[in-house]
């Protein structure tokens, strides 16, 4: 079974850091990896999928990446904003058969 | 461009009531999902479905039944609620057509059960 585990839980980081938030997961043998944002009482937001072939993908001052040998996921925040505080969450699966992380809440703070 | 539309938003329930959670797509996606969120456990996947008719269990589907009767819509029913159902519920859809495309989720239903 597909575990995926994300730590820190939390992170406070000063504007304009470049940040990584981290995803680990137990079975390389994966079908995407997803990052989503949460914010307060909404919904999921999805930032990047990253499909099992590939390394990485990229949008904006975000970037993910892949390494399915070790089992893991970064998403990197460049220049980070106060607009960028939210839960970032990780997902793995194919469809809508998708394991999550517990998440990392980030406050990025002026 | 409406996406998913989960109604209703909130909802208390008193235990051993029943009810539908509705879900609705405007995407036209054959995948469409119900998780639970709780504090520290993360989503969990409780229903899902390939397509109109096609319906299968997730990790934690007792005390929810579902049914896929069209395209559009899935919802998701508590046949006799419990406090351990009080949880937020997200419903997702995504395309079937490649399995590598992302999923789209809906706004959420904060359920308390007293």
């Known amino acids: 079974k597909q575990e995926v585990t994300q730590i820190p839980a939390a992170l406070s980081v000063p504007e304009g850091e470049n940040l990584v938030l981290n995803c680990s997961f137990t079975?390389?043998?994966?079908?995407?990896l997803q990052w989503f944002r949460q914010d307060p009482g909404k919904g999921l937001t999805s930032l990047l999928l990253?499909?099992?072939?590939?390394r990485e993908q990229t949008s904006g001052r975000l970037n993910a990446s892949l390494d399915k040998s070790s089992g893991r996921s970064t998403l990197y925040i460049a220049a980070s904003q106060p607009g960028d505080s939210a839960t970032y969450l990780c997902?793995?699966?194919?469809?809508?058969?998708?394991?999550f992380g517990t998440g990392t809440q980030l406050k990025v703070e002026l | 461009n409406a996406g998913v539309t989960q109604t209703p938003k909130f909802q208390v329930l008193k235990t051993g009531q029943s009810m539908t959670l509705q879900c609705a797509q405007d995407?036209?996606?054959?995948?469409m999902s119900w998780y639970r969120q709780d504090p520290g456990m993360g989503l969990r996947l409780i229903h899902y479905?390939?397509?109109?008719?096609?319906?299968d269990q997730g990790e934690v589907p007792n005390g929810y039944n579902v049914s896929r009767s069209t395209t559009e819509d899935f919802p998701l029913r508590l046949l006799s609620a419990a406090p351990s159902q009080t949880s937020v519920y997200f419903c997702?859809?995504?395309?079937?057509?490649?399995?590598?495309?992302?999923?789209?989720f809906g706004q959420g239903t904060r359920l308390t059960v007293v």
């Open positions: 997702a859809s995504s395309s079937l057509g490649r399995r590598n495309t992302e999923a789209f």
């Open positions: 079975d390389s043998a994966i079908y995407n």
């Open positions: 990253i499909q099992s072939s590939q």
């Open positions: 997902a793995e699966g194919g469809g809508n058969k998708l394991t």
């Open positions: 995407m036209n996606h054959e995948y």
């Open positions: 479905s390939v397509g109109a008719g096609i319906t």
